[in-house]
């Protein structure tokens, strides 16, 4: 089987992973949270893979999706967590800092 037939298959069983989990395993908030954050960053990856993959591009344009899907998936994170708004916090203080 090609590596496109396992990529689907991935995303099926990651699917049906997140679709048991949130109907028949009990969790705590804090755990479901954590689950839907790797399963969500597992089904990024195998997207961006199979776009890098399979379809031609330029090597600056590939370069920059993969620099743009990486920042999404990070800000994503921090969000999910609750860090996103003391992150932004830090960095306007950092930038408006009084010079010594």
């Given amino acids: ?11 099926v069983l990651v699917l049906l992973v997140a679709r048991l989990s949130q109907s028949y395993f009990p969790m705590p908030p ?9 399963l969500g960053l597992i089904v990024v990856g195998i997207v961006l ?6 379809i031609p591009m330029a090597g600056a344009i590939r370069a920059l999706l993969n620099i743009v899907v990486f920042i999404a ?28």
Avoid: E, K
């Fill in 1 to 11: 089987m090609t590596p496109f037939i396992y990529a689907l298959i991935a995303l």
């Fill in 30 to 38: 804090g755990i479901r949270a954590v689950v839907n954050i790797v």
């Fill in 49 to 54: 893979w199979m776009i890098n993959t399979y």
């Fill in 73 to 100: 998936a990070c800000v994503g994170v921090l969000q999910a967590f609750g860090l996103w708004s003391p992150t932004l916090r830090w960095w306007n203080d950092f930038r408006h800092r009084p010079l010594p």
